[in-house]
């Protein structure tokens, strides 16, 4: 909740910014809620809606299982690590 307003800002800015498509790299994450789910699903509206793909990295098992248990897997486009993400 605390980094929350902080990465749709930031999400925010890269989405009107840059033409290509967005790479969130949740790498060092440990810990993620409903409320940073709601960030990235926004994003991914946004995305969509621009005709971009909105890719996220995750490397922590904990953090994929979330997106697992919320169905999350069938809406984003899911990377083991940064460099596949960037190449892709």
């Known amino acids: 909740m605390a980094t929350a ?4 800002e930031h999400l925010d800015e890269v989405i009107d910014r840059n033409r290509g498509h967005v790479v969130v790299d949740l ?8 409320t940073g789910l709601g960030v990235l699903i926004s994003a991914k509206h946004r995305c969509d809606e621009a005709g971009r793909e909105l890719r996220v990295v995750i490397s922590q098992p904990n953090i994929r299982k ?6 999350l897997t069938d809406h984003f486009t899911l990377y083991d690590a940064l460099d596949p993400a960037l190449r892709a």
């Not at 790498?27 to 409903?34: E, K, Q, R």
């Open 5 to 8: 307003p902080a990465l749709s």
């Open 27 to 34: 790498t060092p994450v440990t810990f993620i809620d409903s």
């Open 66 to 71: 979330v997106f697992e248990i919320t169905g």
